[in-house]
């Protein structure tokens, strides 16, 4: 064979000779750069500009004030309220789901008839618009003709309407309590699959050893899964983190602020108050929590790891 | 041990029945209201069957809210995004996978390490470049937002894909005389197809149903699409549940039809970047 004539990685037919083969490799990722750099990294450079800034639409002003805006977001109650919901709805609603959706995986790794059945209906909550989630559950929780209300009644677990998202008690357990319907199904598709991967001799040597269910569940599936579970409820938590559509078609950060987050309060100082500079400040104290939340976990999962070896 | 056995099943089919009702059930009470009077939503006691079984939800809702237009708003930015994010996603995991890139695992990182910002955090100084660029209110404004959003997840899981393909058909391409883009487009791509037709449906999915870039950049009826007309139904006195119940149902019965038939690939390409490492 003579392995000569034919020239290395890229031929002549290369973008019919409009630009050297070598290039190729790179040209090809130019789209992907210039998208990314475009519509992510300049923007977040420019919103941290921008938090530096008093720009205001409705006042037409955009001048540099250093660091008044993170001053004054230090001491505004509404922040932190937004801050500390923020976070209670990211803890709660992730560490619901992972336990709901381990309850689900392994139930759905059981063999039965009817098993895909089952898995397909979990993507149905997946699926849906977020928008329509929030609808949804606006109608069901409905405080005078809501299903819930109606169904709790007729068992007898309340004497009379609640007022689930309407009160300032009940709205923020309503909005995770929709999360958790939204996304514990797909949180268990990823346990499942990360449960296929435990070896099934494993198991089987369990049970020859006389090991009941509980403590095979307990000392062999739940450490092997360990990893599978910490990655997902990291994935999940960052994306609870930003949570916006929910909350703001269900409540509007309401009743009072009582379910107002980060996401909601900066969209409302963004584009209904106008503020853009307050509200960069906003986000990017947002983005500097959820990195921290990020790092802290990733080093929470890399430890975990050396542990288990 | 034959009885525990049975009692197994018998668990095991109830959590199941659970899980259907559990995912299915929200659902199917809003499709059941959205064929319901007004009347009756408004009772005393909720019936759970329509009667008497009425259309005029469905009828207010593309002859009152023009809702089609929404619609039509919706299958263009949604489609064009997917085309786009397939295109440039599928010609940067090729050039990953299969060219000589160095540190690509680091480029990968790089890619995906932007999906991870929240968004509240560009949409600001992105409504602010749409402003000036005139794209506020455009198809375009949104399908470029749309398509860097879409752009990390779609050159991950292809790129997952492009992998398992042989290398063999790399050199025998080569002997042949194909060059890389020839190698793309009449082999790697056509291999791919399953992979392409499931990342392009996650693609779509993210974009039909995407909110908060919908709603800070488009302000009429020309552009907006579905989840902002759904959100605009409500007015500050009165929910109509009915219709947004049959609103709902238009819009998710297509969504669902698509991922039941493509469930299986879904699942496979959902699972893959987060489990395998």
Redesign the interface.
Known sequence: MNTRSISPAAGPLTGAGLWPASWTPILLLVPVFVALATVSVYPIINGFWLSFTNTSLALQQSDFVGFENYVSMWGDPLFWNAWYHTVYFTLVSTLLETILGLGMALLLYEPFTGRSIVRAAMLVPWAMPTVVTSKMFGWLFDGQHGLINYLLRSVGLISENVNWYGSVDNALGTIIFADVWKTAPFMALLILAGLQTVPKSLIEAAHMDGTNAWQTFWHIRLPLLLPTMLIAGLFRALDAFRVFDLVYVLTGGGPGDSTEVLSTLSYKTMFSTLQFGYGSALSTAMFITEALLALGFGFFIVRQMRRQG | MMRSETF??LF??A??IL??V???G??I??FL?SLQQDAA???E??SFWPSPLTFEHYYNVFFVKQFQYYILNSIIVAGLTTLLCL???A??A???SR???KNRFG?LGL?LS?S??????????????ASNLGLLDTYLGLI??Y???G??LV?WVLFGYFETLPREIDEAA??D??????LLVRIILPMSLPSLVTTGLLAF?AA??E??FA??FTSTIDHQT??VG??N?TNLYY?P?GD??AA?VV??VP??A???IF?RH??EG??QG??KE
């Open positions: 197994r099943k095991v089919y959590g199941a899980i259907v559990w995912s299915g929200p659902f009470w809003q209201t939503l408004t009772a006691t909720p295109v440039v996603g010609l940067a090729f050039s990953l060219l000589e890139v480029i890619i932007v991870m910002f929240p968004q509240i955090a560009i949409v600001g100084p992105l409504y602010l470049i470029i937002t398509l860097a959003l752009l990390p050159t080569r002997m005389g194909v060059g890389p883009i020839g999915i039909w149903n909110f908060m709603l800070a579905i989840p759904i959100a139904f929910q549940w947004i119940s709902s819009v998710t969504l669902v698509l991922v039941l469930q879904i699942i959902l699972t987060a489990v």
